[in-house]
């Protein structure tokens, strides 16, 4: 049954109005996944095929789509970014609110799209705050193999990366990574759905999306001069294959 949804967001963030602006209009890839900027006019063309239907930079910035491209169970999502500057624009307010319409399976997918905007979101901030918003040098974004389905595959993750069952955020770590390699990194962000590892020059995310019946994802953001989207793929993607084929 086609049921509507909506899910807002509040947060404050150490960066002024115009770096946050930037980020979610042409940085997307930084913190989110790369894809076309907008048309920098209201009724212009926005990404996936959306409308944009408010445009003011850098406060307030609004897309549409209908009959959402390559989303069965979805007929409807918009995106709304309202931005107001703090501490004389040194800072900035962000309201964020994700709304549509949800055909099928309502109930999951709403609990999945609300837990993944607070990771989406907290990136975002990481993005802005850690890395200063600079372009990212290298996305890569993949799935993990069928077996990392089950109900307990991100804490296999987990337990592959090194991290303990009490190791929370803003732990120090060194972390396994592929090849054996140990990778100094922050636990920037974890709960039982998501598991967020910054580096010097880089952001990986893992995504526990076998709680919402699918498989487990992982997005590298790659800021080090000279990254390799295909090589940082073909790593991480060996590595999470590699996690699922041991006994």
């Known amino acids: 049954m086609s049921k509507e949804f909506e899910i807002a967001r509040e947060f404050e963030v150490d960066a002024t109005p115009e770096q946050v602006w930037e980020a979610i209009t042409t940085g997307t890839g930084g913190w989110l996944w790369p894809m076309e900027a907008p048309e920098p006019r ?3 063309k926005g990404p996936f095929g959306s409308e ?7 406060h307030r910035y609004t897309n549409r789509v209908e009959d959402v491209e390559g989303i069965s169970e979805q007929t409807l999502n918009q995106l709304d970014y309202t931005v107001e500057p703090r501490d004389d624009g040194r800072r900035a307010w962000v309201r964020y609110v994700h709304s549509g319409i949800f055909v099928d399976d309502w109930d999951n997918q709403y609990d999945g799209a609300n837990k993944h905007t607070d990771f989406y979101l907290h990136t975002l901030r990481e993005y802005l705050t850690t890395f200063g918003g600079r372009p990212v040098v290298a996305f890569a974004t993949f799935d993990g193999p069928e077996a990392s389905g089950t109900p307990d595959a991100l804490a296999t993750v987990a337990r592959a990366l090194g991290l303990a069952d009490d190791t929370a955020e803003g732990a120090r770590v060194r972390a396994r990574g592929p090849e054996g390699q140990l990778l100094d990194a922050v636990v920037d962000f974890r709960n039982p759905y998501f598991i967020g590892l910054r580096t010097d020059d880089a952001m990986l995310r893992f995504f526990g999306r076998n709680h919402w019946g699918h498989r487990v994802g ?3 953001h790659d800021f080090a001069p000279g ?4 090589a ?4 991480w993607q060996g590595w999470l ?3 699922f084929s041991r006994p």
């Open 241 to 243: 294959n590699g996690v």
């Open 232 to 235: 940082d793929e073909a790593a």
């Open 227 to 230: 990254a390799d989207a295909e």
């Open 218 to 220: 992982m997005s590298v």
């Open 42 to 44: 209201k009724g212009g």
């Open 52 to 58: 944009v239907i408010a445009w003011d930079p850098p």
